[in-house]
T-cell receptor, first 113, second 113 residues
Framework: DSGVTQTPKHLITATGQRVTLRCSPR?????VYWYQQSLDQGLQFLIQ???????AKGNILERFSAQQFPDLHSELNLSSLELGDSALYFC????????????FGPGTRLLVL | AQSVTQLDSQVPVFEEAPVELRCNYS??????LFWYVQYPNQGLQLLLK??????LVKGINGFEAEFNKSQTSFHLRKPSVHISDTAEYFC???????????FGTGTRLQVFP
């Protein structure tokens, strides 16, 4: 158990819909990262938040957005869903500093039908 | 742009045999290197990481990796594998002033009795 929790574990929805994925980081970790794992794209970095502020952005679609709240939990919002958005979405957290270990949650499996 | 190449998508090996999983990276600046393992239906777990210092890094579960700057490689090794080592292994790199991880495409290690 990494200490990072993600809800829900599974999500099935239809094209055009909007979903919210939630992540609670490990106690004391200020940084939260979101990654997408799909068969065709592999594991890709989406976005990082540090203490409520956006710190780095990867190949995140404009239809996707994220935020980190004062209690440090984070939400990833996916809208106008397409079939190709079906993937495993991981949240990770770490303390501050380069090279610090990122601890991954169990992921949310999203299926868009 | 930095990238990570894992040359072997699958590595079959018999139990108690040694194994090497290959990882090469491309970067023009100093990097931090990581190996993560993903067991079926689970999140990623850090095996080991190289930040600086000794080029031979020891990790959990008997794994080790050697950083070779001239060959831009960070191969993962284990002298004797167990059935329980069957999993997907990911090499990752971070560079510059970002914390985001760039992952390779993964190597599926299958250990046979």
């Amino acid at each position: 158990d990494s200490g990072v929790t993600q809800t829900p574990k599974h999500l099935i929805t239809a094209t055009g819909q909007r979903v919210t994925l939630r992540c609670s980081p490990r106690s004391g970790d200020l940084s939260v990262y979101w990654y997408q794992q799909s068969l065709d794209q592999g594991l890709q970095f989406l976005i990082q938040y540090y203490n409520g502020e956006e710190r780095a952005k990867g190949n995140i679609l404009e239809r996707f957005s994220a935020q980190q709240f004062p209690d440090l939990h984070s939400e990833l919002n996916l809208s106008s869903l397409e079939l190709g958005d079906s993937a495993l979405y991981f949240c990770a957290s770490s303390v501050v500093g380069r090279g610090e270990t990122q601890y991954f949650g169990p992921g949310t499996r999203l299926l868009v039908l | 742009a930095q990238s990570v190449t894992q040359l072997d998508s699958q590595v079959p090996v018999f139990e108690e045999a040694p194994v090497e999983l290959r990882c090469n990276y491309s970067s023009s600046v100093s990097v931090y290197l990581f190996w993560y393992v993903q067991y079926p239906n689970q999140g990623l777990q850090l095996l080991l990481k190289y930040l600086s210092g000794s080029t031979l890094v020891k990790g959990i579960n008997g794994f080790e990796a050697e950083f070779n700057k001239s060959q831009t490689s960070f191969h993962l090794r284990k002298p004797s594998v167990h059935i329980s080592d069957t999993a997907e292994y990911f090499c990752a790199v971070s560079e510059g002033n970002t914390d985001k991880l760039i992952f390779g495409t993964g190597t599926r290690l299958q250990v046979f009795p």
